[in-house]
């Protein structure tokens, strides 16, 4: 079991519950986070920082924006691929692996194809692999191999209808940071109805991880106003992943 050494103290991840330990894998090793944790940031607590590898030249990639921004951080759970590790919260056993890797994720067999970059421009695929006739056929399914994301199961995917819904409003700020919060707030007092629409489980952007001070006091007590504001403005409706 590898233990947690790399985490700032309290006040910091608030969005964590350290009396809550959840035990989780990747690549068949154990690990430890707390409640609150995704993927990325409890692999990181435990200074791993390799999550996955490059899609053409199978090169280390690890956590860069933290928001999912980026295709650095996909990772296969057993019945999901191209999960954004940097998004989806831990949960008790379970078990995660790295994608686009021809053994070990430390030592993919495939990183040597980096070696002959120079003779593999983009697209060269399309070139190459034409000829004869059909040879496309052949070649394609070798390429998505080496080069592909994450295998799903399609046995244990229902197809079923999903509910959808309509929200009408007079003003829609999308982004929930500093910047949306002032608009939807002076957009209510103008007497508009407001749809705040964020990403992320908790509202508050920059705020949330800002420090305006050492101890970042500032920010948070900023944070608890804007957003304690905006949450109980009856005219502002707030659509997140919370």
């Known amino acids: 079991m590898t233990s947690s050494v790399n985490r700032l103290a309290a006040p910091f991840g608030t969005r964590l519950d350290r009396t ?3 035990r989780f894998q990747f690549e068949s090793r ?3 986070g707390f409640a609150g944790d995704t993927i990325a940031s409890a692999l990181a607590a435990n200074n791993v920082w390799v999550l996955s590898r490059s899609f053409k030249y199978h090169r280390p990639r690890g956590i860069l924006s933290m928001a999912g921004h980026d295709a650095n951080t996909l990772v296969q759970l057993p019945d999901e691929p191209n999960v954004l590790a940097d998004l989806h919260p831990i949960t008790e056993a379970l078990e995660v692996r790295a994608q686009n890797t021809n053994g070990p994720l430390e030592r993919d067999r ?3 194809i980096g070696s002959f970059g120079r003779f593999l421009p983009a697209g060269f695929y399309y070139q190459a692999f034409y000829k004869p006739r059909g040879a496309w056929r052949f070649w394609e399914r070798y390429i998505r191999r080496k080069a592909g994301l994450g295998r ?3 046995s244990s995917r229902e197809h079923a209808y999903r ?3 309509f929200l009408f409003c007079d003003v829609a700020v999308v982004g929930g940071g500093p910047a949306g919060l ?3 707030l002076q957009a209510s ?3 508009a109805s407001v749809l705040l629409i964020d990403e992320h489980p908790r509202l508050g952007g920059a705020l949330n991880y800002a420090r305006f001070d050492p101890e ?3 920010a948070g007590e900023v944070r608890a106003r804007i957003v304690g504001e905006a949450e109980s403005d009856q005219r502002i409706r707030v659509l997140s992943n919370a």
């Open 30 to 32: 154990a690990y430890e």
């Open 110 to 112: 495939d990183a040597i």
């Open 20 to 22: 809550r330990v959840i």
């Open 189 to 191: 007092r103008c007497g």
């Open 216 to 218: 970042g006091c500032k």
């Open 182 to 184: 002032s608009a939807a």
């Open 163 to 165: 509910d959808k819904q």
């Open 152 to 154: 799903i199961d399609l």
